[in-house]
C-alpha cells in the first residue's frame, strides 16, 4: 500500500523487497550491533548487492538512475529499525550527492563505483572541537603546495567515523579571505594518506549502533585532484545541499515519532492496570490523541515539502521548520511515551528506552534548532 501520493506500484515494491531485507538481516542483528556499538561492514555490503546504496547514481557509474524518492523510502525503513542505521542516509542522501553534483568526470568515475558496493563509506567532516554550527571559523586548513593540499586540523563527531574510508572533509584553503566563507573548500580524503589519523569511537548517550569517531590530519598531502567544488565553492555548495539533509533530518524523527505512536498504543491496550487495560483511562486516551495529532501534522506537512523538494523547488525556509518542529515534537513524543509505558518504558528491553535516548540529537545535528530558528527569522525579514 502506498505511504505518499507521489509513490508508484514500483515505490511499493521497492520498499516491500527491502523491509523484507531489513525482517530478516537487520532487525534481529540490532540488538548485538547496539551492544557492540557498531554496524558491521558486512551489512553495508549486503546493502550494496541488494541495490540499496545510492540508488540515485545514474547507471554508468553501477547505479539505478533512481530519483531521492527512493531514499526517502531507504531512509524510513532504516529508521523503523534504529536510529543507528541513519549512517546509511548519510552516505547516499548527503555525501554521495556532492560527488555527483559537484565532482568532475574523473572524481565520479573513482568514487561513485565504490560507494554503491560499499568499497567505499563515506562520512561527511564539518564540525571541530571548537566551532559546532560556525562553519566559517573552521580551522582545519589546506594549503596547496605544488600538486597537493597539506591539510591540518580535527574534526568531531564524525558519522561513519569508524567504517568510513572516503570523506568530504571542510577545509579552510585560504585562512585570510574575508568574508571567511569565502575561503572555505571541500576535499575529498580517503583513508591510508599519510597523516590521516582516526581518533576514539565516541561514547554517546544514544545511537550507538551509529560508529561516530573524531578525524585528525596532520601534514596530510592530499592531491588537488581531490577537490569538490572548485577552491573557495566549499561554502555555497554546503548550502545547497543542507536543504535535503535537513529534510532526512525530519524524516527520520517523524519515523521515530510514528514507530513510538505504534508500540505505545499496542502496550496500552494489553496493559492491565486496576482491573482494565490502561488504554481504557482518560490521560492515557487524552494524552495519544494528542500524540497522534502531532504525528498527523508532521506527516502531511512533510509529504509536502517532500513533493515541493523533487521538483526542485526552494524549500530551504520550510524545511528548516519541518527540522525544527518535527524533531522537537519526536523528542516530546518519546517523553510522554515512556511515561505511558511506566516502569517497563525504562527498561532496555523495551524500545522505547532506546527512541528516548536515540531522538534527542536530531536537534542538534545538521544545525541546531536554534539556528534553524534564525533561518526562519531571517527569510521572513526580521
Known amino acids: 500500500m502506498a505511504r505518499y501520493r507521489f509513490e508508484t506500484d514500483e515505490h511499493v515494491l521497492f520498499r516491500e523487497t527491502l523491509r523484507k531485507f531489513l525482517s530478516k538481516e537487520a532487525v534481529p542483528h540490532y540488538e548485538e550491533w547496539e551492544k557492540n556499538r557498531l554496524i558491521p561492514v558486512s551489512f553495508w555490503r549486503e546493502l550494496g548487492e541488494m541495490g540499496f546504496l545510492c540508488p540515485q547514481v545514474e547507471e554508468q557509474y553501477g547505479g539505478l538512475g533512481l530519483d ?6 531507504i531512509g524510513e525503513e532504516m529508521e523503523r529499525v534504529g536510529a543507528g542505521l541513519t549512517g546509511v542516509g548519510l552516505h547516499n542522501d548527503i555525501v554521495v550527492p556532492y560527488i555527483e553534483s559537484y565532482g568532475m568526470e574523473e572524481q565520479k568515475k573513482r568514487w561513485l563505483p565504490g560507494c554503491i558496493t560499499a568499497d567505499f563509506i563515506t562520512g561527511v567532516a564539518m564540525t571541530e572541537p ?89 601534514d596530510c598531502r592530499v592531491p588537488v585532484g581531490n577537490l569538490i567544488g572548485g577552491e573557495g565553492k566549499g561554502f ?73 523538494h523533487l521538483a526542485g523547488k ?14 522537537e515534537t519526536a523528542r516530546e513524543i518519546s517523553g510522554e511515551c515512556m ?23 536530531a536537534s542538534i545535528y545538521a544545525g541546531t534548532n536554534e539556528i534553524m530558528k534564525m533561518i526562519i527569522a531571517k527569510n521572513m525579514g526580521l
Open 236 to 308: 555555497g555548495c554546503l548550502m545547497e545541499k543542507l536543504q535535503q539533509e535537513r529534510l532526512l533530518v525530519a524524516l527520520s524523527a517523524q519515523t521515530a515519532s510514528e514507530d513510538m505512536l505504534e508500540m505505545t498504543l499496542d502496550y496500552v491496550k494489553s496493559r492491565e492496570a486496576f482491573g482494565k487495560p490502561i488504554g481504557s483511562f482518560q490521560n492515557t486516551q487524552f494524552k495519544l490523541a494528542e500524540i497522534a495529532t502531532k504525528v498527523e501534522l508532521g506527516k502531511a506537512f512533510l509529504e509536502s515539502l517532500i513533493e515541493d
Open 130 to 218: 571548537g566551532t559546532g554550527s560556525d562553519l566559517a571559523n573552521i580551522r582545519t586548513t589546506a594549503i596547496k603546495d605544488g600538486d597537493h593540499y597539506v591539510v591540518n586540523g580535527q574534526k568531531t563527531f564524525i558519522t561513519n567515523g569508524v567504517n568510513g574510508n572516503l570523506f568530504l572533509v571542510v577545509v579552510k584553503t585560504d585562512p585570510q579571505a574575508e568574508p571567511k566563507h569565502r575561503g572555505i573548500s571541500l576535499l575529498m580524503i580517503e583513508e591510508g594518506l599519510p597523516g590521516f589519523t582516526k581518533g576514539r569511537k565516541l561514547d554517546k548517550v544514544g545511537m550507538h549502533s551509529q560508529d561516530t569517531a573524531e578525524l585528525y590530519f596532520e
Open 339 to 361: 511515561q505511558l509505558h511506566g516502569g517497563y518504558g525504562y527498561m532496555e528491553e523495551y524500545k522505547i528506552a532506546r527512541r528516548y535516548r536515540d531522538i534527542p540529537v
Open 314 to 327: 526552494d524549500v530551504v525556509t520550510k524545511v528548516s521548520m519541518a527540522k525544527y518542529w518535527i524533531t
Open 68 to 73: 531521492f524518492s527512493f531514499g526517502v523510502i
